[in-house]
Protein backbone atom coordinates (compact mmCIF):
# COMPACT_ATOMS: atom_id res chain seq x y z
CA UNK A 1 0.00 0.00 0.00
CA UNK A 2 1.61 3.58 -0.59
CA UNK A 3 0.29 7.00 0.99
CA UNK A 4 -0.08 9.84 -1.02
CA UNK A 5 0.20 13.33 -0.72
CA UNK A 6 -0.60 16.47 -2.28
CA UNK A 7 2.56 18.99 -1.49
CA UNK A 8 1.28 22.46 -2.63
CA UNK A 9 4.61 23.94 -1.52
CA UNK A 10 7.06 21.54 -2.95
CA UNK A 11 8.39 23.68 -5.85
CA UNK A 12 11.46 22.21 -6.71
CA UNK A 13 14.58 19.65 -6.27
CA UNK A 14 15.57 20.61 -3.36
CA UNK A 15 12.73 21.67 -1.76
CA UNK A 16 12.13 16.73 -2.77
CA UNK A 17 15.20 15.97 -1.38
CA UNK A 18 14.11 17.56 1.77
CA UNK A 19 10.83 15.85 2.38
CA UNK A 20 12.77 12.38 0.90
CA UNK A 21 15.47 13.01 3.71
CA UNK A 22 12.78 13.60 6.60
CA UNK A 23 10.39 11.43 5.43
CA UNK A 24 13.25 8.04 5.38
CA UNK A 25 15.20 9.45 8.32
CA UNK A 26 11.43 9.58 10.55
CA UNK A 27 9.96 6.33 9.18
CA UNK A 28 13.15 3.45 8.32
CA UNK A 29 12.03 1.44 5.20
CA UNK A 30 10.15 4.20 3.82
CA UNK A 31 10.20 4.94 0.01
CA UNK A 32 9.60 8.16 -1.28
CA UNK A 33 8.78 9.28 -4.84
CA UNK A 34 8.08 12.97 -5.63
CA UNK A 35 6.88 14.58 -8.75
CA UNK A 36 7.40 18.23 -8.80
CA UNK A 37 5.45 19.49 -11.36
CA UNK A 38 1.91 17.10 -10.03
CA UNK A 39 3.15 18.16 -6.25
CA UNK A 40 2.82 14.52 -5.28
CA UNK A 41 4.43 12.62 -3.16
CA UNK A 42 3.89 8.83 -2.95
CA UNK A 43 5.47 6.91 0.41
CA UNK A 44 5.43 3.18 0.15
CA UNK A 45 7.09 0.55 2.39
CA UNK A 46 4.84 1.78 5.65
CA UNK A 47 1.28 2.46 6.57
CA UNK A 48 1.76 4.98 9.09
CA UNK A 49 0.29 7.79 8.13
CA UNK A 50 0.77 9.85 11.10
CA UNK A 51 4.56 9.57 11.06
CA UNK A 52 4.63 10.77 7.35
CA UNK A 53 3.00 13.68 7.40
CA UNK A 54 4.96 14.61 10.56
CA UNK A 55 8.10 14.44 8.45
CA UNK A 56 6.55 16.38 6.27
CA UNK A 57 5.37 18.75 8.58
CA UNK A 58 8.16 18.51 10.30
CA UNK A 59 10.57 19.53 6.78
CA UNK A 60 8.39 23.20 6.77
CA UNK A 61 5.69 21.40 4.10
CA UNK A 62 2.34 20.71 3.83
CA UNK A 63 0.68 17.72 2.99
CA UNK A 64 -2.66 17.20 2.35
CA UNK A 65 -3.78 13.17 1.65
CA UNK A 66 -4.50 12.66 -2.18
Known amino acids: MALQYQV ?18 AVP ?5 ADVASHLVTVSGTDDRASVESAIRDAGYTPNPA
Open 29 to 33: GASVQ
Open 8 to 25: PDMTCGHCVKTITGAVTT
